[in-house]
Protein backbone atom coordinates (compact mmCIF):
# COMPACT_ATOMS: atom_id res chain seq x y z
CA UNK A 1 0.00 0.00 0.00
CA UNK A 2 0.85 3.26 -0.55
CA UNK A 3 2.80 5.12 2.39
CA UNK A 4 0.56 8.18 1.82
CA UNK A 5 -2.39 6.19 1.91
CA UNK A 6 -1.20 4.08 4.74
CA UNK A 7 -0.97 7.25 6.68
CA UNK A 8 -4.56 8.39 5.40
CA UNK A 9 -6.20 5.39 6.74
CA UNK A 10 -4.15 5.41 10.01
CA UNK A 11 -5.41 8.97 10.65
CA UNK A 12 -9.02 8.11 8.86
CA UNK A 13 -9.71 4.23 10.09
CA UNK A 14 -13.32 4.49 8.68
CA UNK A 15 -11.87 5.39 5.38
CA UNK A 16 -10.04 1.77 5.25
CA UNK A 17 -13.10 0.59 2.70
CA UNK A 18 -12.33 3.57 -0.02
CA UNK A 19 -8.23 2.17 -0.18
CA UNK A 20 -9.02 -0.15 -3.72
CA UNK A 21 -10.97 3.23 -4.76
CA UNK A 22 -8.26 5.86 -3.85
CA UNK A 23 -5.88 3.68 -5.27
CA UNK A 24 -7.93 3.36 -8.76
CA UNK A 25 -8.41 7.15 -8.33
CA UNK A 26 -4.61 8.11 -8.17
CA UNK A 27 -3.98 5.40 -10.90
CA UNK A 28 -6.35 7.46 -13.52
CA UNK A 29 -5.13 10.54 -12.80
CA UNK A 30 -1.10 9.21 -13.34
CA UNK A 31 -2.42 8.05 -16.71
CA UNK A 32 -4.03 11.14 -17.86
CA UNK A 33 -0.76 13.46 -16.49
CA UNK A 34 1.51 11.25 -18.24
CA UNK A 35 -0.27 11.00 -21.30
CA UNK A 36 -0.60 14.83 -21.54
CA UNK A 37 -3.62 14.80 -20.26
CA UNK A 38 -5.71 17.41 -18.26
CA UNK A 39 -7.86 17.20 -14.99
CA UNK A 40 -11.30 19.16 -15.07
CA UNK A 41 -13.09 19.31 -11.44
CA UNK A 42 -16.23 20.40 -10.57
CA UNK A 43 -18.70 20.80 -7.74
CA UNK A 44 -21.46 22.76 -5.85
CA UNK A 45 -21.14 25.14 -3.05
CA UNK A 46 -18.68 23.23 -0.34
CA UNK A 47 -17.30 21.05 -3.28
CA UNK A 48 -16.73 24.04 -5.92
CA UNK A 49 -14.24 25.42 -3.15
CA UNK A 50 -13.09 21.53 -2.89
CA UNK A 51 -12.78 21.97 -6.31
CA UNK A 52 -10.59 25.27 -6.61
CA UNK A 53 -8.91 23.62 -3.78
CA UNK A 54 -7.54 20.74 -5.04
CA UNK A 55 -6.81 22.20 -8.49
CA UNK A 56 -4.67 24.87 -6.58
CA UNK A 57 -2.67 21.56 -4.71
CA UNK A 58 -2.15 20.24 -8.25
CA UNK A 59 -1.22 23.60 -10.20
CA UNK A 60 1.87 24.67 -7.72
CA UNK A 61 3.98 22.83 -5.34
CA UNK A 62 1.97 20.85 -2.53
CA UNK A 63 3.88 19.19 -0.27
CA UNK A 64 7.33 19.34 -1.54
CA UNK A 65 9.54 21.78 -4.04
CA UNK A 66 9.14 21.18 -7.84
CA UNK A 67 11.81 22.87 -9.72
CA UNK A 68 11.18 23.10 -13.40
CA UNK A 69 13.36 20.82 -15.41
CA UNK A 70 16.81 21.74 -16.85
CA UNK A 71 15.22 22.28 -20.10
CA UNK A 72 12.81 25.14 -18.88
CA UNK A 73 16.51 27.14 -17.86
CA UNK A 74 16.76 27.15 -21.61
CA UNK A 75 13.56 28.38 -22.46
CA UNK A 76 12.52 30.41 -19.88
CA UNK A 77 16.07 31.64 -18.48
CA UNK A 78 17.43 30.76 -15.25
CA UNK A 79 15.67 34.00 -13.15
CA UNK A 80 11.85 33.61 -14.39
CA UNK A 81 12.83 29.40 -14.43
CA UNK A 82 14.10 29.56 -10.53
CA UNK A 83 10.27 31.45 -9.56
CA UNK A 84 7.91 28.58 -11.21
CA UNK A 85 7.21 25.26 -10.03
CA UNK A 86 6.24 21.68 -11.79
CA UNK A 87 2.05 21.62 -12.25
CA UNK A 88 -0.45 19.33 -13.46
CA UNK A 89 -2.90 21.00 -15.94
CA UNK A 90 -6.12 20.94 -13.90
CA UNK A 91 -9.09 23.25 -14.68
CA UNK A 92 -11.78 23.94 -11.58
CA UNK A 93 -14.95 24.81 -13.88
CA UNK A 94 -16.20 26.74 -11.09
CA UNK A 95 -13.91 29.80 -11.94
CA UNK A 96 -15.25 31.07 -15.71
CA UNK A 97 -17.69 33.44 -13.85
CA UNK A 98 -18.36 35.49 -16.97
CA UNK A 99 -19.35 32.54 -19.10
CA UNK A 100 -20.89 30.99 -16.27
CA UNK A 101 -23.16 34.28 -15.71
CA UNK A 102 -24.21 35.00 -19.03
CA UNK A 103 -24.89 30.96 -19.48
CA UNK A 104 -27.34 31.51 -16.60
CA UNK A 105 -28.66 34.53 -17.93
CA UNK A 106 -28.97 33.49 -21.75
CA UNK A 107 -29.64 29.52 -21.06
CA UNK A 108 -30.11 27.17 -18.33
CA UNK A 109 -28.26 27.22 -15.10
CA UNK A 110 -28.25 23.15 -15.06
CA UNK A 111 -25.53 23.12 -18.00
CA UNK A 112 -23.28 25.19 -17.40
CA UNK A 113 -20.71 22.54 -16.22
CA UNK A 114 -21.58 20.27 -19.31
CA UNK A 115 -20.96 23.28 -22.04
CA UNK A 116 -16.86 23.61 -19.80
CA UNK A 117 -17.12 19.85 -20.25
CA UNK A 118 -17.79 20.15 -23.84
CA UNK A 119 -15.70 23.17 -24.66
CA UNK A 120 -12.55 22.08 -22.88
CA UNK A 121 -12.62 18.06 -22.64
CA UNK A 122 -10.82 15.95 -24.73
CA UNK A 123 -10.56 12.22 -25.11
CA UNK A 124 -8.34 11.54 -22.62
CA UNK A 125 -8.83 14.26 -20.19
CA UNK A 126 -10.22 13.38 -17.01
CA UNK A 127 -13.62 14.57 -15.19
CA UNK A 128 -13.77 15.00 -11.38
CA UNK A 129 -16.90 15.21 -10.48
CA UNK A 130 -17.96 15.98 -6.81
CA UNK A 131 -21.34 15.60 -5.29
CA UNK A 132 -21.71 15.29 -1.61
CA UNK A 133 -25.36 13.09 -2.60
CA UNK A 134 -24.35 12.49 -6.35
CA UNK A 135 -27.59 13.59 -7.36
CA UNK A 136 -26.90 17.07 -8.08
CA UNK A 137 -28.00 17.80 -11.64
CA UNK A 138 -25.68 19.88 -12.88
CA UNK A 139 -22.77 17.46 -11.94
CA UNK A 140 -24.77 14.34 -13.44
CA UNK A 141 -25.06 16.31 -16.79
CA UNK A 142 -21.20 16.97 -17.04
CA UNK A 143 -20.37 13.68 -16.23
CA UNK A 144 -22.96 12.43 -19.29
CA UNK A 145 -21.73 15.04 -21.43
CA UNK A 146 -17.88 13.83 -20.39
CA UNK A 147 -18.78 10.18 -21.25
CA UNK A 148 -19.96 11.63 -24.56
CA UNK A 149 -16.75 13.12 -25.37
CA UNK A 150 -14.56 10.11 -24.11
CA UNK A 151 -12.94 11.45 -20.97
CA UNK A 152 -12.79 9.43 -17.67
CA UNK A 153 -14.88 10.30 -15.01
CA UNK A 154 -14.35 10.05 -11.24
CA UNK A 155 -17.01 10.78 -8.31
CA UNK A 156 -16.39 11.68 -4.88
CA UNK A 157 -19.78 11.30 -2.93
CA UNK A 158 -21.32 10.12 0.10
CA UNK A 159 -22.02 6.46 1.34
CA UNK A 160 -24.78 6.05 -1.26
CA UNK A 161 -23.20 7.35 -4.23
CA UNK A 162 -26.51 8.45 -6.02
CA UNK A 163 -26.76 8.41 -9.42
CA UNK A 164 -22.97 9.87 -9.72
CA UNK A 165 -22.23 6.26 -8.64
CA UNK A 166 -23.14 4.80 -12.18
CA UNK A 167 -22.26 6.92 -14.92
CA UNK A 168 -18.27 7.31 -12.73
CA UNK A 169 -15.42 5.02 -14.10
CA UNK A 170 -14.40 5.07 -10.39
CA UNK A 171 -16.17 6.46 -7.57
CA UNK A 172 -14.80 7.18 -4.02
CA UNK A 173 -17.70 7.05 -1.78
CA UNK A 174 -16.85 8.32 1.84
CA UNK A 175 -18.77 6.41 5.20
CA UNK A 176 -20.94 9.37 5.93
CA UNK A 177 -24.67 10.74 4.80
CA UNK A 178 -24.66 13.89 6.09
CA UNK A 179 -23.20 16.78 4.36
CA UNK A 180 -20.27 18.35 6.20
CA UNK A 181 -19.07 14.71 7.52
CA UNK A 182 -18.69 14.21 3.87
CA UNK A 183 -17.12 17.12 3.01
CA UNK A 184 -14.87 16.52 5.80
CA UNK A 185 -13.78 13.36 4.48
CA UNK A 186 -12.98 14.74 1.02
CA UNK A 187 -10.41 17.05 2.10
CA UNK A 188 -8.13 15.06 3.48
CA UNK A 189 -8.34 12.40 0.57
CA UNK A 190 -8.09 14.85 -2.19
CA UNK A 191 -4.49 16.21 -0.15
CA UNK A 192 -3.46 12.55 0.18
CA UNK A 193 -4.13 11.61 -3.84
CA UNK A 194 -2.32 15.18 -4.13
CA UNK A 195 0.62 14.28 -2.36
CA UNK A 196 0.39 10.41 -4.36
CA UNK A 197 0.34 12.55 -7.25
CA UNK A 198 3.45 14.48 -6.56
CA UNK A 199 5.57 12.04 -5.43
CA UNK A 200 4.92 10.46 -9.33
CA UNK A 201 5.67 13.34 -10.99
CA UNK A 202 8.34 15.15 -9.04
CA UNK A 203 10.28 12.82 -7.68
CA UNK A 204 12.92 15.36 -6.59
CA UNK A 205 13.17 17.82 -3.67
CA UNK A 206 15.54 20.87 -3.94
Not at 64 to 75: D, M, S, V, W
Not at 96 to 122: E, M
Amino acid sequence: MNDHIAELLNRYPDLNDCARDIERTFLTLGDCYSAGGKVLICGNGGSAADAEHWSGELLKGFHKGRPLPNEALETLGPELASKLQGALPTIPLTGFLALSSAYANDANPKHIFAQLVWGLGNTGDVLIAISTSGKSENILLAAETAKAKGLTVIGLTGADGGDLYSLSDVTIRVPATVVHHIQEYHLPIYHCLSMMLEDAFFPSDK
